[in-house]
């Protein structure tokens, strides 16, 4: 048999989605699953977009420029100085979903061998992604009872070498939830200009902020304009994972000049999907209000009734839709297989993620695990309860 190349060898698996055929197996045995594993929101996709599909009138659907539409640029250029980032079309490149802009992002501005810092747990991918470039992940560690805070700057620092071309942040954070502050952002970019390297800057969240709090863009740090690299996506903000739309955004020229020759190999982003966001665009502000209304009750109904468990820790995150919990287990690897395999609460059983495939540090967030707070709150109740019974049954419990 042939070999197999060594990237593909040391491709991880995705924690999110590598218990699916035990999922699939508890289905065909007749349990209901309540899917909080992955981030598939329910919440219905803006009415305009599905419309702009429903009527289209075309013949051919054909490639749009690699770049993406221009119509769409124009449109997102303006929604982002809608919330405070003043950029121009030409900062922005439309992408097959938020993934493919941190691919060409990554192998645009590092070599195969150099290094990324990204404080963990971060998004599973993010490993898959640096992989597919060749990087090397330097984590460093936010700390469950911190609430997950950016660790601190002096931690950073410790961790830059010659070949540190990198810091990547996810603000606000997949899978923990949480907001990290300007001030906070301030402290990095001074690590950033003093080192000169790139900051990328998942903001896919943004919308996602709670109790009145606003996200600060790292694309407003100043003095490291050209060192930012914003990577953004329709999936969440509109519930369109299935448009795979995403940008990559950046004031530095160069870069984009570059990133455009990765855009032009793989000839161009979703025509449907692209035109599905730009419809997105004029979804009224009402929506947003309703939707994060709708995930600040999911939220406290997930995160307080975890909470209320015996030797459950669960901090309550301040954005996105996604808590990482600490669970009186031996492991959560195998807890979220044993729910799958082997246990049900009246029929019923519950899919989670894996802690520890958030973690680039081995045996790292073992007892955790990461849930989407995505369903209507009486799945999330009825949820809380069946994990409750697993863990009170599981027999690698703890306490």
């Not at 329910?42 to 429903?54: G, M, Q």
């Not at 659907?61 to 250029?77: C, F, H, Q, T, V």
Request: proline letters at 6%.
């Amino acid at each position: 048999m042939p070999r197999l190349s060594l990237k593909g060898k040391q491709m991880p698996e995705s924690p999110i989605r590598k218990l699916v055929p035990y999922a699939t197996a508890a289905k065909a045995a007749g349990k209901k699953v309540y899917h909080l594993n992955i981030g598939q929101p329910d919440i219905e996709t803006p009415e305009v977009a599905l419309n702009a599909i429903k009527n289209l009138d075309r013949k051919v659907i054909e490639y749009s420029n690699s770049e993406g539409y221009a119509s769409y640029r124009d449109g997102l250029a303006k929604y982002y100085q809608g919330v405070g980032i003043d950029v121009l079309p030409a900062d922005i490149m439309v992408t097959t979903g938020g993934s493919e802009a941190l691919i060409f992002g990554f192998m645009t501005c590092m070599d195969p061998g150099d290094e990324i810092i990204i404080p963990e747990p971060f998004y599973a991918n993010y490993n898959g992604f640096a992989t597919m470039a060749g990087l090397n992940v330097k984590p460093i560690t936010a700390k469950i009872e911190d609430g997950f805070a950016l660790p601190p700057i002096s931690e950073f620092e410790k961790r830059i070498t010659d070949n540190t071309r990198a810091i990547l942040i996810c603000n606000p954070g997949n899978p923990t939830g949480t907001l990290y502050d300007q001030e906070s952002l301030e402290a990095l970019a001074a690590i950033v200009q003093k080192y000169d390297l790139f900051l990328f800057a998942d903001e896919v969240y943004r919308e996602f902020c709670y109790e009145g709090a606003t996200p600060f863009s790292a694309m407003n740090l100043k003095g490291i304009e050209q060192n930012v690299v914003m990577v953004d996506s329709v999936s969440k903000r509109y519930s369109m994972c299935g448009a795979r739309v995403g940008a990559l955004v950046s004031r530095n020229k160069e870069l984009m000049t570059n990133a455009l020759k990765f855009a032009q190999a793989r000839l161009s982003p979703p025509t449907l999907g692209q035109i599905a966001s730009e419809a997105a665009l004029d979804a009224p502000q009402e929506y947003f209000d309703h939707v994060k209304e709708e995930y600040v009750q999911r939220r406290n109904t997930l995160v307080d009734g975890l909470n209320a468990i015996e030797g459950v820790t669960c901090p309550k995150p301040a954005g996105a839709f996604y808590a990482m919990a600490q669970l009186p287990v031996d492991s959560g690897d195998r807890f979220c297989q044993w729910m799958l395999e082997e246990f049900d609460f009246d029929g019923e059983t519950v899919m989670m993620a894996p802690g520890s495939g958030f973690y680039s540090t081995v045996a790292f967030g073992q007892k955790q695990v990461r849930i989407a707070y995505v369903l209507k709150e009486e799945d999330l109740k009825r949820s809380v309860e069946v994990i409750e019974a697993g863990l009170k049954a599981y027999p690698g419990r703890t306490l």
